[in-house]
């Protein structure tokens, strides 16, 4: 939903739901869970009802003995609805339609104070395939108070896509990314656990959108990131908060700031109860046009050429906007190692809520519904 989402163009709407993309969890657990979900994801705009995206998910954290663990992921999702309203090559009225298998594997070896880590990923839909390994590596002080994060990706993609505007079909272009990550947790006291994650990206190759009008991106972006993350435990009842901010900044002159909180409180030995808030912020893109700000761009740019087309996007993500998400997860233990639980978010965005800066003029508002069930089995 945001400019800063670098995964396929689907994918990453399931990603940001179903996983926490780029960085290591503050904790991992020391036994084995296998669990399944199923997400619905509905996005609309003023008198249109437009994406819908189902996904169905399985998981696995596998201990394998004291030294080996392997962890899996597999997920289908598939998408049907109006096409996007703003700015795209395709009429709204038109009815799309994509699926999307993804899958990645991470097997782990562990040590007294350290532990080392491969895996690989893929993603398939019928107009983009992307390939994927990663390392990571994480080492402890004595105490086990400090520890210290290292991580490096490299992913390859395939777009085969037939859209319309500059680009028209985009068969057989390339997308390389690399990707490293530094980050240290730190254990301040028995309720307080901080980590601070770095990360940096670099692609090049094919950033356009066949999909969208007129969309000429540069053909390459680096990408970086700071997250800062506090769990605070409150003894007195039980409960945990969650908080976390992000910065990030791109080569595309896109600069975001995310906040985010949540408050996980136990009713009683059974339920636990969850409500979160999340702000995003974005600048725009240095090549991003609102037509609605500048009529001059449309039908066609000033001094259009097929031939050499400017570096121009009409797409919303790379807009100037802020962003609310506000969701509520409710968890049940139902013994034998067993909890289910089910999640509902729902997300705006609009261009007057930018806060740092006036947001990009002309756009509709955009809401999203994310509803999530799941249940897993830890043993």
């Not at 990923?121 to 990571?136: A, I, L, T």
């Not at 435990?233 to 985010?260: C, K, M, N, P, Q």
């Not at 912020?281 to 449309?298: C, E, I, K, N, T």
């Not at 965005?349 to 519904?369: C, E, H, I, K």
Request: no cysteine; net charge neutral.
């Amino acid at each position: 939903m945001a400019a800063t989402d670098h995964a396929p163009r689907f994918g990453s709407i399931v990603a940001a739901a179903l996983a926490v993309p780029g960085v290591a969890p503050m904790a991992q657990t020391e036994g084995s869970e296998v669990g399944l979900r199923y997400m619905r994801y509905q996005d609309s705009q003023p008198g249109l009802r437009r994406i819908t995206v189902d996904a169905p998910a399985f998981h696995a954290n596998l201990r394998l003995g004291p030294e080996w663990s392997l962890q899996g992921n597999l997920v289908a999702d598939s998408l049907s609805g109006a096409s996007p309203r703003w700015h795209s090559s395709i009429s709204s009225a038109s009815v799309m339609s994509d699926e999307r298998v993804a899958a990645d594997l991470k097997v782990t070896r562990h040590f007294p104070r350290s532990s080392f880590a491969l895996g690989a990923s893929r993603s398939e839909e019928n107009d983009y395939v992307s390939n994927g390994v990663n390392v990571q590596a994480s080492v402890a002080t004595d105490d086990n108070n400090r520890t210290w994060t290292f991580g490096a990706a490299v992913a390859r993609d395939r777009i085969d896509a037939t859209g319309g505007g500059y680009t028209g079909t985009a068969l057989g272009q390339r997308k390389n990314t690399w990707q490293v990550l530094a980050g240290v947790t730190q254990v301040l006291n028995p309720v307080d656990v901080v980590q601070l994650n770095l990360t940096f990206s670099s692609g090049r190759g094919f950033f356009s959108d066949p999909y969208k009008a007129f969309d000429n991106r540069p053909d390459l972006r680096d990408q970086l990131a700071l997250l800062l993350r506090w769990h605070h435990h409150l003894v007195g009842d039980g409960s945990t908060l969650r908080t976390s901010l992000r910065g990030y900044r791109d080569s595309f002159g896109i600069g975001a700031t995310t906040v985010t909180g949540e408050w996980a409180k136990p009713l009683g030995d059974l339920f636990t109860v969850t409500p979160s808030l999340r702000y995003h912020a974005q600048s725009a893109a240095d090549f991003y046009r609102d037509p609605a700000g500048d009529p001059s761009v449309l039908p066609l740019p000033p001094g259009f050429d097929p031939a050499r087309p400017p570096i121009l996007s009409y797409d919303h993500r790379l807009s100037a906007f802020g962003a609310i998400t506000v969701g509520l997860k409710l968890e049940l233990a139902v013994g034998e190692g067993w909890t289910v639980d089910t999640k509902l978010e729902a997300y705006e965005q609009r261009g007057a809520w930018r806060l740092g800066g006036p947001g990009s003029p002309g756009l509709d508002p955009f809401r999203a519904t994310i509803f999530q069930v799941g249940a897993t089995r830890r043993f």
